[in-house]
């Protein structure tokens, strides 16, 4: 069972163009909600994360946006290039020295950006 | 950033035979080391928690007996696929997680098994 449901499944954008990608999750335990990008063959690369405390994080292109009461957050990835052209996850994991780290994954939103 | 390395970045073997995959912390210690299973076009599914020095963590539904992972230092977890078979292939990727909480996963094994 995914306790962290990602939507689309995928996604083409035109090339400046804005790529949204929404979560939800259901267990409010969860305290830090990170988004992954991975290529082919390579392992997640972490883009941008954020705490239940904040609304809003912003990271060059790449923003978060959390909705503490509708538990849900999303990635915005503003004037989308090809070279984002990539798979997103998002994840999210639940406090405390033992849980930190454990990340329990959306099941990922394959971005295509086209020229 | 801190690397993470994985070796071999990809493996194939033959049904029941065993593969050992490294997972390297290559400038900080990891204190915690985790194991994911990535099916193509899947997401990454958490398989075990492993702190330097103490039994491994499974999650439920992941075979201890068949999975298993040695954490021997701060800056190496082992996981080793025992008896594998083609429903084995996978693409597994570790993390490690420093003192300071931060989190670098590694590029990545994909395994085969024929």
């Known amino acids: 069972q995914q306790q962290v449901k990602q939507s689309p499944q995928s996604l083409i954008v035109q090339k400046g163009g804005i790529s949204i990608i929404n979560c939800a999750y259901e267990?409010?335990?969860?305290?830090?909600f990170p988004w992954y990008q991975q290529f082919p063959g390579k392992g997640p690369a972490l883009l941008i994360a954020?705490?239940?405390?904040?609304s809003e994080k912003k990271e060059g292109r790449f923003t978060i946006s959390f909705n503490k009461s509708a538990k849900q957050f999303s990635l915005h990835i503003m004037d989308s290039q090809p070279g984002d052209s990539a798979t997103y996850f998002c994840?999210?994991?639940?406090?405390?020295?033992?849980?930190?780290?454990?990340?329990?994954f959306g099941a990922g939103t394959q971005v295509v950006v086209t020229p | 950033g801190a690397v993470v390395s994985q070796h071999p970045s990809w493996v194939i073997c033959k049904s029941g035979t065993s593969v050992k995959i490294e997972c390297r912390s290559l400038?900080?210690?990891?204190?915690?080391m985790f194991w994911y299973r990535q099916f193509p076009k899947q997401s990454l599914m958490l398989m075990a928690t492993?702190?330097?020095?103490?039994?491994?963590?499974?999650e439920q539904g992941v075979e201890k007996d068949k999975f298993l992972i040695n954490h021997a230092s701060l800056t190496l977890s082992t996981l080793t696929v025992t008896s594998a078979h083609p429903e084995d292939s996978s693409f597994y990727i570790c993390?490690?997680?420093?003192?300071?909480?931060?989190?670098?996963f590694g590029p990545g094994t994909r395994l085969t098994v024929t």
């Open positions: 993390s490690a997680r420093g003192s300071a909480n931060e989190q670098y």
């Open positions: 267990n409010t335990a969860f305290d830090y």
């Open positions: 954020i705490r239940p405390d904040v």
């Open positions: 994840a999210a994991s639940y406090p405390g020295a033992d849980s930190w780290g454990k990340l329990q």
């Open positions: 400038d900080f210690q990891a204190t915690t």
């Open positions: 492993s702190n330097e020095g103490s039994k491994a963590t499974y």
